[in-house]
């Protein structure tokens, strides 16, 4: 049944109260047992986080001259990752509040580039098939051509189907440093300098990696250049509250110099509110996220950083090389982060999932080819031991012909036999309309 609004004020006591536990059936990520969305480091560094985001909860980074506080954390911000990221004092950008936002803005700031600088009416872009959903969203919200082109066998962008993608109304080139499904970063210094060669805008999205990959690589890991140190490259997206550990919700999107930027910008003078400027999507700016954000940096800083990546990378490394050794089980790609996905060639990894959810793991599915998918925290560093045995357990069980819990295997496996896309559009509209049924 639908809620009615209260009649009666009730205490804060009990609010809190059936707050804390309409949680309980939510997943368990701060036991380590869950694999996407939440990027938990311990409860310290969440405490930091809360107060950081209290401090400025009221805020709005909207007017940066009523809370020029916010301003200058903001720039601060910016001006660190420009840093990390081998920017040059033309350098700039803004945060927004998500990876979802800071890929709208790129390619809008496309978009705009393309009609002022180029006269291109409807622009294209094009990207990997392995690229994050956001730039399809961005697509049709701004009504622009996106061209997804092939991925090769070791699941990065083929440059060959890039360049053949390329028309008359080409903005921009995507890569991803890395993409979400299998953490294997798309070939940036060739994909920019295709690029550079036809005149065209470089976008790499590095929401996921881009907090994680400059420690890694000085920790002595082989990660190829991906930021501003790559000629061609002018904008990047990297999400604060991923690996940069941030309170969600807080990215970034940076762009190669002033000029570029300021196709971003929207600004009104005509509204009898006053005249209205807004660097993003959004109106409101949420203060708390950007305080959040500049507190965790100074708290944390290369220190910190490198600390994280070194166990992150320790985990990862002790789960691939696990999993790679369970019989039925393979990792997918060689992934750059703490981020990978595992297939198999004889068992069904829907059923896995469903069997290792009743042991209280989350593990997201993935198709194309079926595969569950892991993201790796510091939290995770105390659970690798259990998840490889659970696995081991569940694999050699399946293998023998036990079947698995009822879950979300036959859904997928549905949805994987349906060729018409259209009509799997359709079903997880349906879906997605019925999650959010008032009921």
């Not at 990876?99 to 990997?128: C, D, F, L, Q």
């Not at 956001?134 to 991925?151: G, N, P, W």
């Not at 501003?228 to 190669?256: N, Q």
Request: charged share 25%; net charge negative.
């Amino acid at each position: 049944m639908p809620k009615s609004l209260p009649k009666s004020k009730r205490s804060k006591d009990d609010v809190l109260k059936e707050l804390r536990e309409l949680r309980t059936e939510d997943a368990r990520w701060k036991d380590g047992r869950t694999f996407s969305l939440v990027y938990y480091v311990d409860d310290e560094h969440s405490r930091l986080l809360k107060e950081a985001y209290g401090e400025f909860m009221a805020e709005n980074g909207l007017s940066p001259m009523a809370f020029p506080s916010l301003r200058r954390m903001e720039s601060e911000v910016v001006s660190m990752a420009a840093g990390l990221f081998h920017g040059d004092d033309d350098v700039v950008g803004t945060m927004t509040t998500g990876g979802t936002e800071s890929i709208m803005m790129a390619v809008k700031t496309a978009r705009e580039w393309a009609r002022n600088e180029k006269g291109i009416a409807r622009p294209e872009i094009i990207a990997p098939l392995s690229v994050h959903p956001a730039f399809e969203k961005a697509a049709h919200y701004f009504d622009i051509e996106i061209r997804h082109a092939a991925t090769g066998p070791d699941l990065r962008v083929d440059l060959q189907d890039v360049e053949r993608l390329i028309t008359p109304n080409t903005a921009m080139l995507v890569g991803s440093a890395p993409p979400y499904p299998h953490g294997v970063m798309d070939p940036i210094v060739e994909l920019a300098a295709l690029a550079q060669s036809r005149g065209l805008l470089c976008h790499v999205d590095a929401c996921l990696g881009g907090f994680f990959l400059p420690f890694a690589k000085k920790l002595g890991r082989d990660i190829p250049p991906f930021d501003f140190s790559v000629p061609g490259v002018t904008t990047i997206s990297a999400d604060l509250h991923k690996y940069g550990y941030a309170a969600k919700g807080a990215s970034l999107v940076l762009h190669r110099n002033r000029e570029l930027r300021r196709h971003q910008f929207y600004t009104y003078s005509e509204w009898p509110g006053g005249l209205y400027v807004s660097p993003s999507m959004t109106g409101t700016r949420p203060g708390g996220a950007i305080a959040a954000a500049w507190a965790v940096m100074h708290y944390l800083g290369e220190e910190g950083y490198l600390d994280h990546a070194r166990r992150v990378l320790a985990t990862t490394d002790k789960l691939i090389a696990g999993i790679n050794a369970i019989p039925g089980l393979r990792v997918l790609g060689k992934p750059h982060v703490g981020v990978f996905a595992f297939a198999s060639d004889s068992l069904n990894v829907y059923e896995l999932a469903d069997a290792m959810e009743a042991c209280g793991w989350k593990l997201d599915r993935q198709q194309n080819p079926p595969a569950l998918h892991c993201m790796i925290t510091p939290a995770h560093e105390r659970i690798a031991d259990t998840l490889l045995k659970d696995l081991r357990e569940l694999s050699s069980r399946l293998a023998a012909g036990e079947p698995a819990p009822e879950g979300s295997a036959a859904m997928y496996g549905m949805v994987g036999a349906i060729p018409d896309r259209k009509q799997v559009d359709g079903f997880l509209m349906d879906f997605l309309d019925g999650m959010f049924d008032r009921g």
